[in-house]
């Protein structure tokens, strides 16, 4: 029986194939690995003036974008101390109508037009927020109007940058740019402050969730449900205090103490939970009391999983294998594997 060989001219075509195939598996360019989603906490106080804690405003970065949760006291000052130009805020979302987490939008607005480094903003500043927001934008317009004048005519900064493109939204918005998506969600922080939002920040397989200002509240539970990272509200407030000043026993009732706090971590299963928006006061009011002890001692009654108490410019980083949680200037730093 006759054996069949392959032709040179086949073997030879073979051959030429393979080695095209693999050139052009050597030079084709690497999979671009995925991007981290990184969270800054920029102010982590309260309403109470403090030096230490500036008032409520986070920093959301994923890819080439940049986003602020919450515009509080003191944001412009954060975002100069991390090198980052406020034109460089893709959009700003609100929580809730409260003034300590609005009194740096107009700031923010008007210093990030100003044609420097830290300013230059040439286009219209995003906003998103509860239902008012719009209004807010108007009325801002309107009490800086002179400013906009004088800097136009004699900065010839351009009016596109002093714009606000405002949008008034409600529970289950969600927004979507570059990969990026970020969902309200309605919370409850008292039963006249509504709208009241907390954000779910999700980008590239990862996903961090922003309680707002809040009462306990499962709602905050199933939004964060399986999280990497869980920033919630606290407030811790002696009893020697609120007798003293009664005006903190309703203080206390529109936030979410440690025990409860624990209780939705232990609902949502978060890789990590954190602590901002921090509320402790005993009697005498230290306005710059620290907050780590009181605050761990008492969420470890009723949770038993990791949880960080923030502070100005921590940074969380979360990328495909941890989350790494580092102090402005280095001097603190730990990794939790995801």
Do not use: C
Not at 88 to 107: Q, R, V, Y
Not at 227 to 244: C, G, M, P, Q
């Amino acid at each position: 029986m006759p054996t069949h060989r392959p032709s040179l001219f086949l073997a030879a075509r073979k051959a030429a194939i393979s080695a095209l195939a693999v050139l052009a598996l050597a030079s084709a360019p690497p999979l671009a690995a995925a991007e981290p989603l990184s969270i800054t906490l920029l102010g982590t106080g309260s309403p109470a003036p403090n030096a230490t804690r500036f008032s409520q405003s986070i920093l959301v970065e994923a890819g080439s974008d940049k986003y602020l949760i919450d515009l509080g006291r003191g944001v412009t000052i954060r975002l100069s101390q991390l090198g980052i130009p406020m034109r460089k805020i893709t959009a700003s979302f609100i929580t809730h109508s409260h003034s300590d987490h609005l009194n740096g939008l107009a700031d923010f607005w008007m210093t990030g037009w100003i044609g420097t480094g830290y300013g230059g903003r040439t286009t219209p500043m995003v906003l998103y927020g509860p239902r008012g927001t719009e209004a807010m934008a108007k009325h801002l317009e309107m009490a800086f109007a002179e400013n906009t004048r004088i800097r136009h005519a004699d900065e010839k900064e351009p009016l596109s940058g002093i714009e606000i493109d405002a949008h008034d939204i409600a529970g289950g918005f969600s927004y979507e740019h570059n990969g990026v998506k970020i969902t309200a969600f309605d919370s409850h922080h008292g039963d006249l402050i509504k709208p009241n939002f907390g954000y779910v920040i999700e980008y590239d397989g990862k996903k961090a969730v922003i309680s707002g200002d809040t009462t306990y509240d499962e709602k905050v539970a199933r939004a964060g449900k399986d999280a990497d990272l869980l920033l919630h509200e606290v407030a811790y407030i002696s009893e020697e205090l609120i007798k003293e000043q009664p005006v903190y026993k309703a203080v206390a009732e529109h936030h979410t103490s440690p025990e409860e706090a624990g209780r939705i971590f232990d609902q949502a299963k978060p890789k990590l939970a954190a602590f901002t928006h921090l509320v402790v006061r005993l009697a005498g009011e230290q306005l710059d009391l620290p907050a780590s002890n009181v605050l761990l001692e008492n969420v470890g009654k009723t949770y038993a999983g990791p949880v960080v108490v923030g502070e100005d410019l921590m940074r969380f980083v979360i990328d495909d294998d941890a989350i790494v949680v580092n102090g402005y200037k280095g001097q603190y730093g730990f990794r939790i594997k995801r």
